[in-house]
């Protein structure tokens, strides 16, 4: 069969090595990182890590139900979670992206920044370029459990 990620004689791009946390302020728990990061990785990363608070930690605002997707995946499908209606989708949590478009020029995009392209991007299947780079905001946490 082919849909978005396997074009019949395209090339698709892999960006799961591109797996690098590239920055974490503890402090207001703005994340960069390369598209290939997983929301797992995250949620192993940080869910129990908030500079000294007993249990505390960090968690993407919007997360799917499962923990496979990457963060360039859940920018290109703007993903969303069992809290949709009150927090929107992915792309509400992400600040910018860093774009590596056809031509191969990398740009930085946001709602300020070539809110076009960012428009355009989030939630654009790849149809624009490559995510190089993801800058989001986590929410703190205070425990890794779920009360239900």
Do not use: Q, Y
């Not at 499962?66 to 809290?83: E, P, Q, S, Y």
């Not at 191969?104 to 392209?117: K, V």
């Amino acid at each position: 069969s082919v849909d978005a990620a396997t074009l019949k004689k395209k090339r698709v791009v892999l960006t799961t090595k591109l797996d690098r946390i590239v920055s974490f302020d503890r402090t207001t728990g703005v994340l960069d990182a390369e598209p290939g990061v997983t929301i797992g990785d995250l949620a192993c990363l940080f869910a129990g890590a908030r500079g000294g608070e007993a249990g505390g930690g960090w968690f993407p605002g919007v997360v799917p139900g499962t923990r496979f997707v990457t963060l360039g995946g859940a920018v290109a499908a703007d993903i969303h979670g069992k809290n949709h209606h009150r927090d929107g989708s992915f792309s509400s949590c992400v600040d910018s992206i860093t774009l590596r478009l056809p031509s191969g020029e990398s740009l930085e995009c946001s709602r300020t920044e070539r809110r076009g392209l960012f428009g355009a991007t989030v939630g654009g299947m790849g149809l624009t370029g490559m995510i190089e780079r993801v800058r989001m905001r986590m929410r703190p946490v205070s425990s890794s459990w779920i009360r239900t």
